[in-house]
């Protein structure tokens, strides 16, 4: 195992910080590294929002939920999709432009995906820790509003940075066995690969260092698909000219 | 900068590998660094087919459109978002389980874009060249049945891998100005950097060592938009059970 691989694997969500900036030179090259990715036929439909404001990050540590770690990390950027950028720079040279396809959508969304997981890496290989904010999609709108987000634009995440406090460092999460994941050829039922990794779930559940509780994988994804999860954003995309056509 | 961001700076897509095979331990390795990647509520909505059958990487090499180092890099993977596994075992401890919404759409999405992204980390820090190949989308229909793939999972790009043909290595592609991506507290226009950008890219295509052209960044997406871009991806995703709601 390389060192690059041994990084990857020992990826933890860090949400406890020491007090202490990182470098805007750092944050730059992190950025760049994110722009290193892949990105579909080269469109990099993405934009990062550095949010400084400090009024800002407060609002929304509680529009995501209550994180307060968004707040008090070093650094809160807003990883947003964006086909503004190529769609007007298109337009500029005279072409008739399509929008609000959902290919569109899925493009910008996994090329967003692929930049902000770069970054990530970058970060982490530069002794940092992070932690990616899905909950920014709780309140998708007063969000876009405070960053005033154009149309065709729109916050996929958020990601905290900072220096992790060593001695608060969750331990790494285990993951499915990757038999389950990775299949020979054709889609093969993975049902007895979850039990197993349901039992090694409920070990680690019990025996972590903090929130102890007594559940598995499959009973812990309950509350992600026993009401209708975040029901708001179909209306929401629509409404910013991602009209999944 | 630490050699992990100059791995990750030293990007390119390959399309021109050797003729030799990744060890089986390799692959397995570059799969369990993806999956240590973040992963939203530790949902691990993905899995990976890795397609061996000749005939059938041939014919995907046909159905994205052209693209023979399907066929004849070491190693080809299909990347599916899996919302199958997850909301079954959900569905096994008793749980009444919703499907088919668009925020579930986009988690899934993300998470297989981020665990992809580690792979290709991992990938490239042993050595080996990758490429992205959205191209399976161009006839996602056939490619599932081909795969197997069950509702509430599809493919959402594939990935050539490979050692690179020393030979043969493209130069390293610009990218947009870091000033244009990130932006500080509030979204800002960036005509003027896609405009240094375009010269830049005009040299860049003017100079490189392969398929010269004359064109810039702007120009070169308008094929981009003209035509409505994959027109078949809502009715497919439809079908799967991503509905959209």
Redesign the interface.
Known sequence: ?????E?????R?VRKFLDQKIPRET???????G????T?????A????????PA?REQIAELAGGQPYIASCSDFLVF?ADMK??????A??G?????G????F??A??D???M???V???AE??GLG?C?I?GI?NNPQPISEM????DH?FP??GLCLGYPDPDKLPE??P??P?E????????TE??QH?ATF?SNMKLYYRGRSSTNKDTD??????P????????H??DF?LKRGFD??
């Open positions: 195992m390389n060192p690059t691989i990084l990857l694997k020992s990826h969500s944050l730059l090259e992190l950025i760049r590294a722009q290193s990715a892949a579909s036929s080269h469109v990099q993405y934009s990062v929002i550095h949010v400084t404001n800002n947003c950028r190529p769609t007007e720079a298109s500029r040279t072409a008739e432009v399509t929008r396809m959902t290919e569109q899925l493009v969304s996994v967003t995906a692929l902000a997981q770069n990530v890496v970058a290989s530069e992070i990616y899905g999609r960053l005033q987000l154009p634009v996929v995440f790494v999460k993951r499915l990757v389950a994941v990775l299949k020979e050829d054709t889609y993975d049902a979850v349901d994988w499959s009973h812990n994804l309950t992600l698909f026993s009401t209708k999860v975040r029901p954003m179909r995309l999944m056509k």
